[in-house]
């Protein structure tokens, strides 16, 4: 089992970004997460986060839920897996393993996920902006995401993009096609309404859920269409 890359850019939807970094290091991952300025806009705008890109952990970027605003809606989100445990929405049976994340300035070119020597099972950028669509479609390496997301393309590993943006236009559609082109997975942030959500938990893991099966994280986030109920652990 290989680290993954998580890299989270100034697209709406941060919310995404913290559940997904939860599950995964809840699943026992090892994750190299990287942020753009942007994003860290977007976190104070929607979750009253403020981040510090010089200085980032596992705590701020997924704080207790008693810890962060009460008007964030990080407060309706489930409790967090690691916490609960074997109660875990995450965890099908009782194994239990917890990972770790290690994070890079997006300016830190020397960072190991900037090689293609540096050996991952993937990278998700998620959300991720228009913006840095398009300098992964053109081949700029300007950051330590667009560089990342390069080696992941050439090296022919996994890569998914997750962009919010509504209404699309041509440039982007076009940039998606490029990279779908390359064998980049496109995943939009687009939750489904089949799985009868409830609240903005149920929408937010619809979405994680996708994220996690195109990594082969083994998860039980949501219903599956065929499967009678939920299975929790
Ligand atoms: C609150 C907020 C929400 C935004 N939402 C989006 C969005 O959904 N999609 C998008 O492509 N850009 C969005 N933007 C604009 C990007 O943040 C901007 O284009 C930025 O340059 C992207 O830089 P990055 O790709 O390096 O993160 C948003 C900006 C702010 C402040």
Known sequence: MRDLVVAITGASGAIYAVRLLEVLIACGRTVHVT???AAAEVFQHELGLQLDLN?????????KPETVPETSPLR?????????????SVFSDSEIYVGKMIYHHYRDFHA?????????????????SGGTLACIATGQSQNLIHRAADVHLKERRKLIVVPRETPLSGIAL?????????????????????HEPQDISDLVDFVVAR?????????????????????RG
């Not at 309706?76 to 875990?88: E, G, K, M």
């Not at 980049?184 to 687009?190: E, K």
């Open 35 to 37: 942020i753009s300025p």
């Open 55 to 63: 200085k980032i952990d596992e705590a701020t970027l997924i704080p």
């Open 76 to 88: 309706r989100l489930r409790p967090h897996p690691a916490a609960v445990s074997h109660n875990s």
């Open 112 to 128: 190991g996920i900037a090689s293609g020597s540096f050996l991952t099972d993937g990278m998700v950028i998620c959300p991720c």
């Open 174 to 194: 076009g940039n998606m096609k490029t990279l779908s082109d390359q064998g980049a997975v496109i995943l939009p942030a687009m939750p489904g309404f089949y």
């Open 211 to 231: 994220i996690c099966d195109q990594l082969g994280v083994r998860h039980d986030l949501t219903k599956r269409w065929g499967t009678p109920t939920v299975q």
